[in-house]
């Protein structure tokens, strides 16, 4: 059982950044593919980046390569998601997920493949 905790979303204006953290509790998390999605109102859960195990794979949506950067840090059991140059295109509720322990290295893009998800934080780009 993992519980994940996400924060650091806010209220910025376009061109800012922001940095989610995701905190999991459990002595596992390295174990544990890391995804981040997004939601925004009257839209369906989108895929926005993951990150394998030991962090050596990572995967973006195209509509945010370049801007954003996922990453992992295994001691402090905490993923993050530097997103930089936001857009106002950019403002939803964005979830943490975790995928539990598979074969593959690559981690999942599609939202059915996790398993534990967190409660979520409110972005909001003004343009």
């Known amino acids: 059982q993992v519980q994940l905790v996400e924060s650091g979303g806010g209220l910025v204006q376009a061109g800012a950044s922001l940095r989610l953290s995701c905190a999991a509790s459990?002595?596992?998390?390295?174990?544990?593919?890391m995804g981040w999605f997004r939601q925004a109102i009257g839209k369906e859960r989108e895929f926005v980046a993951a990150?394998?195990?030991?962090?050596?794979?990572?995967r973006y949506a195209d509509s945010v390569k370049g801007r954003f950067t996922i990453s992992r840090d295994n001691a402090k059991n905490t993923a993050y998601l530097q997103m930089n140059s936001l857009k106002p295109e950019d403002t939803a509720v964005y979830y943490c997920?975790?995928?539990?322990?598979?074969?593959?290295?690559?981690?999942?893009?599609?939202?059915?493949?996790?398993?534990?998800w967190g409660q979520g934080t409110q972005v909001t780009v003004s343009s």
């Open positions: 997920a975790a995928d539990t322990p598979k074969l593959s290295p690559i981690p999942p893009s599609r939202a059915r493949e996790y398993d534990y």
């Open positions: 459990g002595r596992t998390f390295s174990s544990y593919a």
């Open positions: 990150i394998g195990r030991s962090g050596g794979f990572t």
